[in-house]
Every structure is written in structure tokens, then in C-alpha cells.
Nanobody
């Protein structure tokens, strides 16, 4: 059972930056497509970004293109979501999810991800 852990959330002012991390102890995440999702109060969970198995491809929601960047570390044990120029509407709980051996994550529906973390809160406010 893959146990994902998110970290890096917090309170930041508009225009600020945060870097979220998604990791699973002792697991090479390079074999998994990893997606970042978020859920704001009273809203449905939505996809933010994803990176395919072995970093074959990446994908971003239109609302974060040009501001967020998804990447893996060199050891392939952590997936990052670098979030720049944050806006109040980015406030949400951010979750990472994993699906093994998927090389085109843009075509992977949220409900198909097998493994989920518990989430990390991101609050953008002055």
C-alpha cells in the first residue's frame, strides 16, 4: 500500500510562493504518474497538475499555467509543485495522488488514481 505524504503548505500573501512536496517513504515515485489536486471550501476537488510516469509528460490546469511547475527530484522519490504568484483563489487543501505506470497523465481521470495523500492546506491571504 503506497502511503503518500504532502508537505509545504501554509499561509502566504498574494503574489508569494510555496513549494509543495509529495513523497512516500522508501518508494521510487518515478514509476507512478503523480497528480496534484485541490479542493476549496464548498467546491469540488479539481485537478491542478500532473506528471506522467518517468516524467514522460506534464499537464496543467488553465488557471495555474505559467504560475505552477511540477517536477521530480533527482532521486525520483519526491514530486514538487512549485507555486508562484499565488492568488487568493488558490486557497485550498492540496492533495497528491499516484497511479502506477501511466505515461500520459493528461488523460487520467481523477477517480482513476489509486493512492491519495491526506492533503496540505494552502491559504493565500493578506
Amino acid at each position: 500500500q503506497l502511503q503518500l505524504v504532502e508537505s509545504g503548505g501554509g499561509l502566504v500573501q498574494p503574489g508569494g510562493s510555496l513549494r509543495l512536496s509529495c513523497t512516500a517513504s522508501g518508494v521510487i515515485l518515478d514509476y507512478y504518474a503523480i497528480g496534484w489536486f485541490r479542493q476549496a471550501p464548498g467546491k469540488e476537488r479539481e485537478g491542478v497538475s500532473c506528471i506522467s510516469t518517468r516524467s514522460a509528460s506534464t499537464n496543467y490546469a488553465d488557471s495555474v499555467k505559467g504560475r505552477f511547475t511540477i517536477s521530480r527530484d533527482n532521486a525520483k522519490t519526491t514530486v514538487y509543485l512549485q507555486m508562484n504568484n499565488l492568488k487568493p483563489e488558490d486557497t485550498a487543501i492540496y492533495y497528491c495522488a499516484a497511479e502506477p505506470n501511466y505515461y500520459s497523465c493528461s488523460g487520467l481521470p481523477m477517480m482513476e488514481y489509486d493512492y491519495w495523500g491526506q492533503g496540505t492546506q494552502v491559504t493565500v491571504s493578506s
